[in-house]
């Protein structure tokens, strides 16, 4: 099911020139996490009072350990099983670079939920932007013929998980936390 939906969706390349250039821009290595960098930035120095501020300040916290911790838990997965890329084994269109990492589970997907789950967790619009991005661009890699669907799926679940145990053990780790946010009041860092 995989490669034929991969085959299907790879049939458009080179037919639709203004769909092939939208998916480049989506799947690229720039927009999905400059955004979501962006966004985070942002989180990091909003808020009308102190309080809101340092909310976002910890979902910030939060998005950084899911990174953290989706990029060791792939790295682990890659270890112990590497999957090649729909385009070595399949006849296709390609739109982007050649990877040579494993294709399970999709490091794009993986760190793009990882942020766009913790920051649902606080602000829920803005998170389901960052998902519905994620996931186009995701998708756009699964047109290009970079990565099969189950591959996204694979990197949504462990990005979302992630995130998600990120959560938990901030409120384990609350008074370090609320240390290091002072400390870097005191920086003129937050």
């Known amino acids: 099911m995989d490669s034929w939906i991969v085959k299907f969706l790879n049939n458009g390349v080179d037919s639709f020139k203004i769909l092939d250039e939208f998916m480049k821009l989506m799947m690229s290595d720039y927009l999905v996490p400059v955004t979501c960098s962006l966004v985070m930035l942002g989180l990091w120095f909003h808020g009308p009072k102190h309080a809101h501020r340092e909310l976002n300040q910890i979902t910030v916290c939060i998005a950084a350990g899911g990174i953290g911790t989706v990029n060791l838990l792939i790295a682990i997965l890659n270890a112990i099983y590497f999957r090649p890329r729909p385009f070595e084994v399949l006849e296709l269109n390609l739109l982007f670079y050649y990877p040579t990492d494993s294709s399970f589970p999709s490091n794009f ?3 793009g939920f990882a942020v766009a789950t913790a920051v649902f967790l606080r602000h829920k619009k803005l998170g389901m932007f960052l998902g519905l991005i994620t996931l186009v661009g995701a998708g756009g890699r699964v047109y290009a013929g970079v990565h099969y669907p189950s591959d996204i799926l694979g990197g949504a679940i462990v990005g979302a998980t992630a995130s998600l145990f ?3 053990v901030s409120k384990k ?6 240390i290091f946010l002072k400390l870097a009041r005191k920086i003129h860092f937050a």
């Open 109 to 111: 997907a993986g760190v």
């Open 166 to 168: 990120a959560y938990f």
């Open 173 to 178: 780790i609350a008074v370090i936390l609320q």
